[in-house]
């Protein structure tokens, strides 16, 4: 019965809890099984107290299930037979977390969840757009420096005038078109602008920083990493034991949308600034794996998402997920942004040789508990003597070609 053993009470008073503790416990335990509101693969947790006789009871479910299943418990056998499987034990959790988790769940229980967030919509898209101000920048300075040259040419012709009225013969001013020094001025700008142009689409050859496709689905990474709080490393399982990451295959998308077929969370739009429609996104996923969602079951054959691959490095750069997520304890985050907070994603840094090598040149490592690092002993040493306070990814010959190239 999956955490159904997640089926904790919540009648109990919250004041002698933690709920932001049971928060935490909550979503790293029970999330991948349990929602407070709504039948996941195990029961909602909703009132789910108040179902137990005894909440001693209940703290010997969680800890282990099949020991009160084995007591003939009418409940206990109930949800046994209901869902028909038995919920992992947790016996390393404490009569206090579980305590926890219950006042996380009374709290959350209170709350409607049909509340939507307010999000910024088209209107907070636009806003975004105009948090860069550069291309106004130019247009001022472009503006400025015409009105400049106007009045240089003003000032010539003022010049002219207040000589030949006091008899001073003067030339004729030379029209700034025709100017010598205007039209060398000009030459170097455009050829310095024209030249950092040329450079910088030089350099970002290759490269697509902020690449955001359309995908097939509209798969909202905010909704399930940020809000739902589900583990990256649940959808990427390679991304800690090879050097893919992998497209999480359609199989792990209906582990949990069998049960979840509509959408009633904060209102989704894209980069545009268009309103998305959830549920019929969940429909889309079913359509492309066949399921029928009233049978509840695989009704024709399926085919596969054409997901579009965003995150590409050329052919002969060598890079491997585990060794940064296991070895470098790196995050997510580090590489790919504030995935949390995505809607779309995009490519947050230009992974481009000169980022990679600065981050390894500023990285510490962790070497304390990580087996990984242990044949350094000479940095271990000088760790210990006091000599140097930390070892970046440079030290251990994170900067060699061979490392990243073949």
């Known amino acids: 019965m999956l955490c159904a053993g997640l089926v904790l009470s919540v009648s109990t008073t919250v004041q002698a809890a933690d709920p932001a503790k049971g928060k935490a416990l909550f979503q790293a ?19 789910v107290e108040d179902r137990w006789s005894d909440k001693k009871l209940l703290h010997q479910w969680i800890h282990n299930s099949s020991s009160v299943i084995a007591s003939g418990d009418p409940y206990a056998n109930a949800l046994f037979k209901q869902f028909n499987q038995v919920m992992p034990a947790f016996p390393a959790f404490t009569d206090e977390d579980i305590d926890n988790i219950l006042g996380y769940i009374a709290v959350e229980g ?27 920048f130019g247009i001022i300075t472009l503006v400025l420096a015409v009105v400049a040259l106007i009045l240089m040419q003003i000032n010539s012709n003022l010049n002219k005038l207040a000589g030949d009225k006091e008899g001073v013969a003067t030339p004729e001013p030379v029209p700034f078109y ?64 090879s050097k893919h990451a992998m497209i999480p ?30 549920s019929a996104e969940i429909a889309k996923l079913y359509d492309y794996v066949g399921w029928d969602a009233e049978a509840k079951k695989y009704t024709k054959p399926g085919k596969p998402i054409e997901w579009t691959k965003i995150h590409n490095l050329p052919d002969h750069v060598y890079f491997n997920h585990s060794q940064h997520v296991v070895a470098g304890k790196q995050q997510c985050q580090t590489c790919h942004g504030n995935i949390q907070d995505m809607d779309e994603v995009h490519q947050f ?23 990984y690092y242990s044949i350094f002993e000479k940095f271990h040493q000088e760790v210990k003597d006091g000599k140097i306070d930390s070892v970046t990814v440079e030290m251990v010959g994170g900067t060699e070609c061979q490392k990243c190239h073949y």
């Open 249 to 278: 295959s359609e199989n792990i998308c209906m582990n949990c949308h069998k049960v979840i077929n509509e959408y009633h969370g904060p209102d989704l739009f894209t980069a545009e600034g268009k309103k998305i429609n959830g």
């Open 29 to 47: 335990n029970c999330a991948s099984c349990h929602n407070v509101h709504k039948q996941l693969t195990g029961p909602a947790l909703k009132g």
């Open 349 to 371: 840094a230009d992974l481009s040789m000169g980022w990679c090598i600065n981050c390894h040149r500023t990285t510490k490592v962790q070497f304390a508990d990580n087996k």
């Open 110 to 136: 209170a709350r409607d969840p049909n509340a939507k967030a307010a999000t910024p919509g088209a209107g907070g898209a636009a806003a975004e757009e105009g948090g860069d101000n550069s291309l106004l």
């Open 178 to 241: 025709k100017n010598k020094a205007y039209i060398a001025l000009g030459v170097i700008v455009l050829f310095m602008i024209g030249g950092y142009f040329t450079i910088q689409g030089a350099i970002g050859l290759g490269r697509q920083k902020d690449y955001m496709p359309e995908q097939p689905i509209h798969y909202s990474h905010k909704v399930h990493a940020g809000i739902n709080q589900i583990s990256c490393l649940y959808c990427h399982a390679g991304a800690e034991k």
